[in-house]
C-alpha cells in the first residue's frame, strides 16, 4: 500500500479532467500567462464541465492567481447547484462580497477557441459556450468602463461581449 495521498500523479491530463469532473462535477484548467506573446497574455483559468453538468456555459477568468479563479469558480458553482439563475450578458450583484457588481461575458469561440484546448478536447470538438467572468476593481468598476484601474486591464482583458455591445 502506498502512502501517497496523491495516488494520480501519473495520469494523464484529460484522465485528471475527467477525474475532477466525475468527483466534483467540473475541473478548472489553470494557463500560465505569457507576457512575450503577442499580444501579451495574462494568466488564466477556465472551468471544463459546467455546460455538462449543470447546462451552463464554461467560464474564464481572466488575471487572477489559479487558487483565486477555482474559488470565484467554486462560489459560482454554488449558486447553480442551489438552483440561483445567473445572469449571462448582463451586469449584477449578489455573488460577490459587499454588493460589488460582476458580469459572464459571451465569448465567441470561433475567435478566442484556441485558448480553451482542454475544454475543446473535453467536449471533443462540439461546440459549447464560454463566457468571461468580469471582476470589479477595489473601486468597483469593471473593465470596459472609464473608470477601471487602467493597469488591471493588462491583468483582464476583455475578450467577451460588454452588455448593451455586439460580441466581437
Not at 33 to 58: N, Q, S
Not at 151 to 163: N, Y
Amino acid at each position: 500500500m502506498s502512502d501517497d495521498v496523491f495516488p494520480d500523479r501519473s495520469m494523464e491530463h484529460q484522465d485528471k479532467i475527467a477525474w475532477m469532473i466525475e468527483t466534483r462535477g467540473w475541473a478548472i484548467e489553470p494557463v500560465p500567462p505569457r507576457p512575450h506573446a503577442d499580444p501579451p497574455m495574462p494568466g488564466y483559468a477556465y472551468t471544463i464541465g459546467l455546460e455538462t453538468t449543470f447546462g451552463f456555459p464554461e467560464v474564464v477568468l481572466f488575471g487572477l492567481t489559479p487558487v483565486a479563479a477555482n474559488g470565484l469558480a467554486e462560489l459560482l458553482v454554488s449558486f447553480l447547484v442551489d438552483g440561483a439563475d445567473v445572469p449571462v450578458d448582463a451586469v449584477f450583484t449578489g455573488l460577490l462580497d459587499n454588493e460589488l457588481r460582476c458580469a459572464l461575458l459571451t465569448i465567441d469561440g470561433e475567435v478566442y477557441g484556441e485558448l480553451f484546448d482542454a475544454a475543446t478536447d473535453w467536449h471533443k470538438g462540439e461546440p459549447y459556450r464560454i463566457v468571461q467572468f468580469a471582476w470589479p476593481d477595489k473601486n468597483g468598476w469593471l473593465p470596459w468602463e472609464s473608470g477601471f484601474e487602467h493597469r488591471l486591464l493588462f491583468a483582464q482583458p476583455v475578450v467577451g461581449a460588454v452588455p448593451g455591445q455586439p460580441i466581437g
